[in-house]
């Protein structure tokens, strides 16, 4: 229970962040969390193809905001 309301925080500070370094209107606290946790999953494999790791709570939420950042130019770039 604990692991699922630390994913949902980080989730939802990544988000936030990204939203943030992409000079977003913002997206609410549920599309934080949202665009947090996939762009956990985004991140996470592209860091595993290149062949790094994220160690403890603020390298997952390094991993997290990398990776949302990406989701969102990716966003932006289809919607156009």
Do not use: C, T
């Amino acid at each position: 229970m604990l692991g699922l309301i630390l994913s949902l925080v980080i989730g939802g500070l990544a988000g936030w962040i990204a939203g943030e370094v992409m000079r977003g209107d913002g997206y609410g606290v549920v599309g934080n969390i949202a665009i947090g946790l996939v762009g956990g999953l985004l991140g996470s494999v592209i860091f595993r193809l290149l062949g790094l790791a994220a160690v403890g709570i603020v390298g997952e939420l390094v991993v997290a905001v990398v990776g949302a950042v990406i989701l969102i130019a990716i966003a932006r770039m289809i919607r156009g």
